[in-house]
């Protein structure tokens, strides 16, 4: 596995920006920027999830102002990719059904984490929604998700 170059400090005025690693190109690209950091943050959990489910590497860097000035921050996707098993359809439903409707739940869940500022899961977590997806129906999911919205609105 090659390393990749630190990531070079953005242009112009300090704000939120998220730059990403393109190992093809061996290059830097500004994926999100924003005044604010929330926006950027949810930026980069959504192309970190699909990047991961291409099976694409994940590099990204966070810089924003501070002091005046630009800052490199952590950014929370260093986790390592965890593998989600995929759970088996009760008795009573076809597979295909089962395998939507728990995708479905699993969509709905990410949302509300995400709308409560949660952009990118531990392995830990990512185990703990899959549990929440094979345990509880829909109704019970979505008013889940309801509450973390409501949350992270606040």
Do not use: I, N
């Not at 830097?28 to 929330?38: E, G, I, K, L, V």
């Not at 959504?46 to 950014?75: I, Y």
Request: charged share 25%; aromatic share 6%.
């Amino acid at each position: 596995m090659e390393t990749c170059p630190e990531s070079p400090r953005p242009q112009g005025a300090p704000r939120w920006v998220a730059m990403f690693y393109q190992p093809d190109a061996r290059t830097w690209r500004a994926a999100a920027q924003s005044p604010h950091r929330s926006p950027v943050l949810h930026a980069l959990g959504e192309m970190a999830q699909t990047l991961r489910a291409r099976g694409d590497e994940v590099t990204f860097a966070l810089w924003g102002p501070k002091d005046g000035a630009w800052h490199r921050f952590d950014t929370p996707l260093t986790q390592a990719v965890s593998s989600r098993p995929v759970p088996e359809a009760s008795a009573g439903e076809p597979a295909q059904l089962a395998e939507r409707m728990t995708g479905r739940r699993h969509q709905v869940l990410m949302s509300g984490l995400s709308r409560a500022g949660l952009y990118d899961l531990s392995p830990e977590d990512d185990a703990t929604v899959q549990a929440l997806v094979e345990r509880l129906d829909e109704a019970a999911v979505r008013r889940v998700a309801h509450w973390l919205a409501t949350a992270g609105a606040r």
